[in-house]
């Protein structure tokens, strides 16, 4: 059941970060191949109108 | 004439680290004479009070709110300086854009052999990010705090049916392959494997294997409450699974805080019916157990991450551990000189001690030694719930901060980033006449500030000169977590701290050992002595 795990410790770090953009950097930093995912949350919807579009969907 | 001017920009995010920057890009644009840029927070407004940076605009902030706070020289080009920090909140990043992606979906079509993830998004989000993840088989390093339990839990086993490593929630480091994950130091490699529920505890272990000559295969952090009863251990027996499974692994070492007293059964008795390697386990804190006989030999159990980091080492090669102890670990005559020649200079209303961290398990780890040593001490984060500080801002007799807990890190950076909530309570505490000595712990390595000794010359210079017009000697004591390969080498760190009049102790039990035996003012060899048996070397 460890297979998966042996495996990662046999092979280069290919990392997707998500979230804090420093710790891509930190990555980078380490020539450590790595892309970034961008995120922001997720718009704020009023509670009125989260109450009315529920009731729509 | 120097005016402060609050400008808000509603429901408008930037992560706390991008903050920083631009905070600091935004204090060199001419005429400006102090700025910062950070989300409403309460905390973040208390702050800028403090700075003398808050107006009425920006009390007015809320929580999705960004505060720009501006002190600058004149009134006349506010518009300009406004226009060119408007500027850096739009500018792209250094990076070039082709590794950046909007949907986790793109960025994983663009490194379609990905094998590990870091998640650092706020912890109600990771949920679903973290299933698809698990879904296309990567593991993940999951650094985000606030991730509610059965989240946690559901994740976990999925992992764990699945033969994956979840490593957190609130996982803040972790070492794969020598690279640094989070915040994680530049360690040698070698044949030593930890799996630790406590972040600060790995980057500790880690960094103490790696002076005393030896290495580290892997470095997983699972994240505090793996070792609780709700999570049952899941991701900590994982890990140890694949250790004993992992041929380059000689040695497994297995760090945290007291885990629930079933967890402990579990892991021991999984190590006792399905294991063969050598183990070394620090529960800091936690009852000390019967090593079940047939473990006898072949498992050490260790209060300290002084000890556990010796002991391992010393399972590994007994000459290197006999040469790690005389190099790297103060023997007892040298302590007690230290803590002699500081009893000296102080006056005899000068009895406390005010610890400031940044590490969680640092700060622990301090009170679990003082609760032998001195008896339980202050904190915001106390063993004993009855030494709970009402006002976490303000310290009572002997006291102990954790600053990176939530109250002091809620819509900011962490203070191994942004230094400057310790920076003004060392100036606070240092006005105190009861005051002895203070401790700070500096956690260097990736993730963390460049220069850390440098950000606090300052506050230390300005801590020392308060005393000083007041006719004390403050002690400063510091411990630095990080090695001279690490990006801000720790030897320049200590030289830096050094020429401030600060003690660095090698380890942060020395720290706590040391501190303890200043604020006593009395030398008790005999107890010493214990405390080198009982708490620096293992048991068999």
């Known amino acids: 059941m460890v297979e998966k795990i042996l495996k990662l410790f046999k092979s280069e770090l290919k990392v997707v970060n998500i979230g804090l953009e420093f710790f891509y950097k930190s990555l980078k930093d380490q020539n450590v191949k790595a892309v970034h995912v961008v995120w922001q949350p997720p718009p704020k919807i009023e509670k009125d109108l989260q109450d009315i579009l529920g009731k729509i969907l | ?540």
């Open chain 2, 1 to 540: 004439m120097v005016i402060v001017k609050n400008f808000v920009k509603k429901n408008f995010y930037r992560d706390s680290v991008q903050l920083l920057h631009l905070s600091e890009e935004a204090k060199k644009i001419e005429g400006v004479v102090d700025a910062a840029i950070v989300m409403g927070t309460d905390l973040n407004k208390e702050l800028l009070e403090k700075q003398g940076l808050l107006t009425d605009e920006g009390r007015a902030a809320t929580d999705n709110d960004m505060i720009i706070a501006l002190k600058v020289e004149d009134s006349t080009n506010i518009d300009e300086i406004l226009e060119k920090v408007e500027k850096l909140l739009t500018a792209p990043g250094e990076t070039t854009a082709e590794t950046y992606y909007y949907s986790l979906e793109s960025a994983l079509e663009a490194l379609k052999d990905a094998n590990i993830a870091v998640v650092s998004i706020p912890g109600q989000y990771a949920r679903d990010v973290v299933l698809k993840l698990l879904e296309r088989d990567i593991h993940v390093h999951l650094f985000s705090d606030h991730v509610p339990l059965e989240h946690e839990i559901e994740l976990k086993k999925i992992a764990y049916e699945k033969g994956l490593l979840v490593m957190g929630p609130e996982a803040g480091t972790a070492i794969i392959n020598g690279v640094a994950l989070g915040f994680a130091n530049v360690v040698n490699r070698g044949p030593i494997g930890v799996v630790a529920a406590a972040g600060t505890g790995l980057q500790e272990f880690t960094v103490l294997v790696s002076q005393a000559g030896s290495g580290i295969t892997q470095g997983i952090g699972v994240g505090g409450r793996d070792v609780k009863s709700p999570v049952g251990g899941l991701m900590t027996l994982l890990s140890i699974k694949a250790f004993e499974a992992d041929p380059e692994t000689k040695v497994i070492a297995i760090v945290s805080k007291p885990p629930s007293p079933d967890v402990q059964d579990k892991i021991i008795n999984y190590i006792v019916e399905n294991t063969k390697k050598k183990y070394v386990t620090c529960f800091i804190g936690g009852k000390t157990f019967e090593i079940p006989e047939k473990l006898k030999g072949r498992l050490v159990q260790t209060k300290t991450l002084h000890a556990a980091a010796l002991e391992a080492v010393k399972l590994v090669d007994e000459k290197l551990y006999e040469e790690a102890k005389k190099k790297l670990f103060l023997p007892k005559e040298e302590i007690i000189k230290i803590a002699e020649a500081e009893i000296a200079k102080h006056s005899e209303k000068q009895k406390y001690i005010r610890g400031l961290f940044t590490g969680g398990t640092l700060t622990f780890e301090t009170q679990v030694i003082f609760k032998e040593l001195i008896g339980d001490v202050y904190s915001n984060t106390p063993l004993n719930p009855e030494y709970q500080l009402p006002d976490v801002h303000k310290s009572i007799k002997h006291t102990v901060i954790d600053l990176g807990e939530e109250e002091f890190t809620a819509g900011r950076a962490h203070p191994m980033i942004d230094p400057t909530i310790r920076l003004l309570r060392l100036v606070d505490e240092a006005k105190d006449p009861e005051v002895a000595v203070i401790l700070l712990d500096f956690v260097i390595g990736y993730g963390s500030h460049p220069d850390p000794a440098t950000a606090h010359l300052d506050a230390i210079k300005k801590a020392k000169k308060i005393a000083e017009e007041d006719g004390r000697h403050l002690t400063i004591l510091a411990h630095i977590t990080g090695t001279e390969k690490d990006p801000q080498n720790a030897k320049k760190q200590e030289e830096i701290l050094r020429s401030a009049g600060v003690i660095v102790l090698p380890t942060n039990a020395l720290m706590a050992l040391t501190a303890a035996l200043i604020a006593e003012k009395k030398i008790d060899e005999a107890k010493i002595g214990k405390f080198y048996n009982e708490f620096l070397v293992g048991k068999y």
